[in-house]
């Protein structure tokens, strides 16, 4: 899609065109503005900008479609036939997202009862009793040592009574008895620590991995930064970030530098299906101050920085790390399946804009965004949602919340919930 096309919606949205109305504060598409888009030779646009407004209607459960029977073309004929069949609904006052959705819903009507997706916590197995009967706050134990101990002894009861609960599984149990205790202090602090650096390893918690090393090695993995990762050269590998913690017995050196150590934290990037990871730096503490910040050498793929990949060797402790960050994403070293209908999921999404398609997904977003004004969800004035405002708001509201990537929601549906919380209604 060329510049002058994208030039030329921008025309659309922002000079008044002979007796054309006006779209209102904050919306992209009126009925009438997107009917002569689609009479332009660059449809494209439009068709685009419906395929965000579907998703968002599938992600709602409005309406439901087998795959093969919403291709880009029918959604706009759809579209058409519904605003020929009511000519009310072309009045400035509702977005063309708003009337396309009550067409697809009609077009595509569900005949079964609609299940709304469950949350990561909703999944979540139950909090073992007798774990929960044990638990002392924090703050209550006399010292730094004695909570070592009662957290190690914690993470050791869940994994042996819930042993297929995954790294995030862990944080919510832990997280959870901290509020039913009543563990104000210990709240108070892990607030105070997000977000955290990288730098400093206290404001992590660190759940321990088992590892078949030396004896007095311990290998532990963060709740911080375990979120999906987009490669583009592996769009579609489910990849995660994690944050890894060695640490040793005895003070040791680095074999270049000669910095003494005892701890060393990895911020590594884990390729689930193919057992593979990328360094992305290495941090050397010794008694708990940092020694040596050694960040590896990177190179861009269009503007993700990449970083070099190597094989995980067997019997390392980056091959004990995989398979807990991999499950912290719902991944199994396959990819997850699209559901029917569809045509983008966060993750297969976010690998379309991370290949420089950009204005392919800012135009998507804006049927989500649209349909989002059009319900009364969102609410913003014109100039304050601009194309590459939207895909950032979906972006860090997607990287704030990685339990949202879950391949049974669409990235418009993910979306719209970014509008609303970016762009919320006073009235």
Not at 110 to 117: D, E, K, L, Y
Not at 134 to 147: G, H, I, K, T, Y
Not at 266 to 286: K, P
Not at 383 to 408: F, M, N, R
Request: aromatic share 10%; charged share 15%; glycine share 6%.
């Amino acid at each position: 899609m060329s510049r002058l096309v994208f030039a030329s919606l921008a025309l659309i949205l922002c000079s008044g065109i002979n007796a054309q109305p006006q779209p209102l504060p904050g919306r992209y598409f009126t009925p009438a503005t997107l009917l002569m888009q689609m009479n332009r030779p660059n449809d494209q646009l439009a068709l685009v900008y419906l395929m965000g407004a579907y998703d968002r209607t599938q992600d709602a459960g409005q309406s439901c479609a087998q795959r093969g029977t919403t291709t880009p073309i029918l959604l706009a004929k759809v579209v058409s036939d519904y605003l020929t069949a009511h000519p009310e609904l072309r009045s400035a006052d509702r977005t063309a997202a708003g009337v396309a959705a009550q067409a697809f819903a009609q077009y595509w009507p569900c005949h079964v009862a609609s299940q709304p997706s469950a949350t990561a916590s909703e999944s979540l197995p139950t909090m073992p009793a007798d774990l929960d009967d044990q638990f002392v706050c924090p703050e209550a134990l006399s010292n730094d040592q004695a909570r070592t101990d009662a957290l190690r002894a914690f993470f050791n009861g869940i994994a042996r009574e819930v042993p297929h609960a995954t790294v995030l599984d862990f944080v919510h149990f832990r997280f959870q008895m901290l509020q039913k205790h009543g563990c104000k202090q210990t709240l108070q602090h892990l607030e105070a620590a997000v977000p955290p650096t990288g730098d400093e390893p206290g404001q992590k918690t660190w759940l321990p991995v088992q590892i078949a090393g030396p004896p007095g090695e311990t290998l532990a993995i963060s709740d911080v930064g375990l979120v999906p990762v987009i490669d583009p050269r592996f769009p579609a590998e489910p990849t995660v970030g994690a944050y890894v913690k060695l640490m040793f017995p005895a003070p040791r050196e680095t074999n270049v530098t000669h910095v003494t150590y005892d701890t060393v934290i990895s911020h590594n990037i884990y390729y689930c299906g193919t057992a593979r990871y990328a360094l992305v730096e290495n941090d050397y503490f010794l008694s708990g101050k940092q020694t040596l910040k050694d960040p590896s050498p990177s190179t861009y793929v269009g503007a993700t920085t990449v970083y070099a990949i190597d094989p995980i060797a067997a019997g390392s402790p980056d091959a004990a790390v995989l398979p807990a960050a991999c499950r912290a994403i719902g991944a199994s070293g396959a990819q997850a399946p699209v559901p029917v209908g569809r045509y983008f999921t966060p993750e297969n999404f976010g690998a379309q804009i991370g290949h420089g398609n950009d204005q392919f997904a800012q135009i998507y977003l804006m049927g989500a965004y649209d349909l989002t004004q059009d319900t009364g969800q969102s609410c913003a004035q014109r100039g304050t949602t601009t194309p590459v405002l939207l895909e950032k708001v979906y972006s860090d509201y997607l990287i704030a919340h990685p339990e949202l990537s879950y391949a049974d929601r669409t990235a418009a549906g993910i979306a719209a919930q970014a509008f609303v919380d970016y762009w919320p209604c006073h009235k």
